[in-house]
């Protein structure tokens, strides 16, 4: 399975602090992407990070990929009530292969 | 101006009826897809298609079929709808991007409860 799989599955943080979510996948990738889900909405795409690249930073977002380890995290930096949402990342070259997401919770 | 839209996103079926789910996409992008979610977030890609090829998840019965009128449409036919066929429906588009993967766009989602 090209699937990735999402850890942890929730996390509840206090605003202002950072939320860190790992991406773990199976296979050979090309590139990893992360996205957000808010709750009854559709996904949407924030950032996207190249096997041949470490880091990635897109304002209060830090993506890291360790393709020896076939891993990736995503950091929100200064968390916001407005960041809680569900989180996934997806590998595959043209049909996206998502995880089961983490749901992050930012308590005001 | 949606992107990606779908219809509708709210829908309440008996057992055994046929409906379909609509979508169209704004973007001129080339691939359209239906992925559909479960309960548990669980996000499963169903097909691709573009205009070449269209590429089924072999795990989707056939009791689903898309249909494409045309490029900027991807249509979800379901027949003999299940209790198990209850979840959310996305659709999305992407077009081959100058990095390498597509970033894909979603609709809204369509709530599918069978009853």
């Known amino acids: 399975s090209q699937q990735g799989e999402e850890d942890p599955q929730a996390l509840s943080i206090q605003e202002g602090e950072n939320a860190t979510m790992n991406c773990s996948y199976k296979?050979?990738?090309?590139?990893l992407q992360w996205y957000r889900q808010n709750s009854g909405r559709g996904l949407v795409h924030l950032i996207l990070?190249?096997?041949?690249?470490r880091e990635k930073h897109s304002g209060r977002l830090r993506v890291t990929l360790d393709t020896s380890k076939k891993s990736s995290s995503l950091l929100i930096t200064a968390s916001r009530a407005a960041d809680t949402a569900s989180y996934f990342c997806?590998?595959?070259?043209?049909?996206?292969?998502f995880g089961t997401g983490t749901r992050l919770t930012v308590i005001p | 101006d949606t992107a990606v839209s779908q219809t509708p996103k709210y829908l309440v079926t008996q057992m055994g009826n046929d409906k379909s789910i609509k979508c169209e996409q704004n973007?001129?992008?080339?691939?359209m897809y239906w992925y559909k979610q479960d309960s548990k977030k669980f996000l499963k890609i169903m097909f691709s298609y573009n205009n070449k090829e269209l590429i089924i998840n072999e795990t989707v019965p056939n009791r689903f079929s898309p249909k494409s009128p045309d490029k900027a449409h991807l249509n979800l036919h379901i027949n003999s709808l299940e209790l198990g066929d209850s979840a959310v429906y996305f659709c999305?588009?992407?077009?081959?991007?100058?990095?390498?993967?597509?970033?894909?766009?979603f609709g809204e989602g369509s709530w599918l409860t069978v009853v």
């Open positions: 997806a590998t595959g070259a043209n049909n996206l292969f």
């Open positions: 296979t050979s990738i090309n590139n």
């Open positions: 973007l001129g992008h080339d691939t």
């Open positions: 999305a588009s992407s077009t081959p991007g100058r990095e390498l993967g597509n970033t894909i766009y």
């Open positions: 990070i190249r096997s041949n690249e």
